[in-house]
């Protein structure tokens, strides 16, 4: 039946996912800061960088999500945290972008390993009933460090410099495992299936022949290619078009997670996402689009603050409930396959944005491709929207695809 919210397990999981987020956005904030200031990176480094994060995220989140279906997410989540942690001393010693590179690979292994297995372990801890809340949970200790992280990075930037901030992510990585490690071992309890290149099959037509999944699927797809692009080039727009200093960027950062906090209390405190789930996410795509378009078309660094945290209220109706829809309709023994096969389909049309925008290199309009991503993510989470309303009611429990 799984745990209740508030039992000690969850609490923990809780607790270490919060660690982790607060290295990540404190360390990855301070790199795409110090790479665009510090070394002075154009659009095509800059898209190295992401694309940096991006491949290895998309190749092991694949791999990830095969191994949490067969062994235990706790202890693979243990071991992505302990990675997390080797990210901060390449950091500590970058002397060019190029140590950023190899910094943001590893972070971007260490992403792919943790999320399946976190996502994975939720639906086994929690009732079903409850997941959509313990999702939303998971995600204000994710925004609430990204509000943290961000503007207390931005300070000590000024104050003490890039060197504090990585030194201080390392204990906060350091400090998730040490959490991790007292939630029991529990694990799927349906087919443990052999790590092959088949049982990625049987997930993807799982999600392929539910008609949610499948919506999902595209639209977060679609999304996800523009967002990467606005997220390669907002440090350039902050630097070119606000032409305000590298902590900006960093309080921004933190502005967004404001907003994805205040919608992370409100899917937490009610349980009417539960069987409209695919029509929610699709408004939190709608808004992270109208979000950038806004923030990209007015060129204030006022307008800008307000339109970031539309874009993290958008965020919050988006991965926290999609973790939650997958959780509730895919079967125990499939979910780490299914939930890989969206975080890897997500970041590889990521990927695509920053390819193109490497190809382009110096040429790239930043303000006017931010604008039209705005628009075209804004124009794809209203189709979307309108055809989850068009589904009807609640949504049905996926069919198991057995391979056959």
């Known amino acids: 039946m799984g745990a209740p919210i508030g039992s000690r397990s969850f609490r923990l999981v809780v607790w270490a996912h919060g660690a982790?987020?607060?290295?990540?956005?404190?360390?990855?904030?301070?790199?795409?800061?110090?790479?665009?200031?510090?070394?002075?990176?154009?659009p095509g480094q800059m898209a190295v960088l992401g694309a940096s994060l991006s491949v290895p995220f998309i190749v092991v989140s694949l791999v990830q999500g095969l191994?949490?279906?067969?062994?235990?997410?706790?202890?693979?989540?243990?071991?992505?945290?302990?990675?997390?942690?080797?990210?901060?001393?390449?950091?500590?010693?970058?002397?060019?972008?190029?140590?950023?590179?190899?910094?943001?690979?590893?972070?971007?292994?260490?992403?792919?390993t943790i999320e399946p297995a976190r996502s994975a372990l939720t639906g086994l801890l929690v009732?079903?009933?409850?997941?959509?809340?313990?999702?939303?949970?998971?995600?204000?200790?994710?925004?609430?460090?990204?509000?943290?992280g961000g503007i207390g990075s931005a300070i000590l930037i000024d104050r003490s410099?890039?060197?504090?901030?990585?030194?201080?992510?390392?204990?906060?990585?350091?400090?998730?495992?040490?959490?991790?490690?007292?939630?029991?071992?529990?694990?799927?309890?349906?087919?443990?299936?052999?790590?092959?290149?088949?049982?990625?099959?049987?997930?993807?037509?799982?999600?392929?022949?539910?008609?949610?999944?499948?919506?999902?699927?595209?639209?977060?797809?679609a999304g996800w290619i523009l967002v990467n692009v606005f997220f390669v080039l907002e440090p350039l727009f902050v630097r070119e078009t606000l032409g305000v200093g590298p902590a900006a960027v960093l309080v921004l950062w933190g502005l967004h997670?404001?907003?994805?906090?205040?919608?992370?209390?409100?899917?937490?405190?009610?349980?009417?996402?539960?069987?409209?789930?695919?029509?929610?996410?699709?408004?939190?795509?709608?808004?992270?689009?109208?979000?950038?378009?806004?923030?990209?078309?007015?060129?204030?660094?006022?307008?800008?603050?307000?339109?970031?945290?539309?874009?993290?209220?958008?965020?919050?109706?988006?991965?926290?409930?999609l973790f939650a829809y997958i959780q509730r309709v895919v079967s125990e023994d499939q979910r780490g396959r299914v939930t890989s096969l969206f975080v890897a389909t997500q970041e590889s049309m990521g990927l695509l944005g920053s390819i193109a925008i490497f190809i382009v290199g110096s040429a790239v309009p930043v303000r006017g491709t931010m604008v039209v991503c705005g628009a075209i993510v804004a124009v794809i989470g209203i189709i979307g929207f309108r055809l989850a309303v068009g589904m009807g009611g609640r949504e049905p429990v996926a069919v198991v695809d057995d391979g056959s």
Request: hydrophobic share 60%.
């Open 20 to 42: 982790f987020s607060l290295a990540f956005w404190a360390a990855f904030g301070t790199m795409f800061t110090e790479a665009t200031y510090r070394f002075n990176a154009g």
């Open 161 to 221: 410099g890039a060197h504090t901030v990585y030194a201080l992510a390392l204990v906060s990585a350091l400090l998730a495992p040490a959490l991790l490690v007292w939630v029991p071992d529990v694990r799927q309890q349906g087919e443990i299936p052999s790590v092959s290149f088949r049982d990625l099959r049987v997930g993807a037509a799982t999600t392929w022949r539910h008609p949610g999944l499948r919506l999902l699927l595209v639209v977060t797809s």
């Open 257 to 321: 997670g404001c907003g994805a906090l205040i919608g992370a209390l409100i899917s937490a405190s009610t349980e009417r996402a539960v069987g409209r789930e695919t029509a929610a996410i699709c408004v939190g795509v709608t808004l992270v689009g109208a979000g950038i378009f806004v923030y990209a078309a007015a060129g204030l660094l006022a307008v800008a603050m307000v339109a970031t945290a539309v874009q993290g209220f958008g965020f919050a109706w988006f991965f926290p409930v």
């Open 127 to 148: 009732p079903e009933e409850r997941l959509v809340r313990a999702n939303a949970i998971l995600a204000i200790a994710f925004q609430a460090t990204l509000i943290v």
């Open 67 to 112: 191994a949490v279906d067969r062994w235990s997410p706790k202890w693979l989540g243990v071991g992505g945290y302990l990675l997390a942690a080797a990210t901060m001393p390449v950091a500590l010693a970058a002397t060019s972008i190029a140590w950023f590179y190899v910094a943001t690979f590893i972070l971007g292994t260490s992403w792919a």
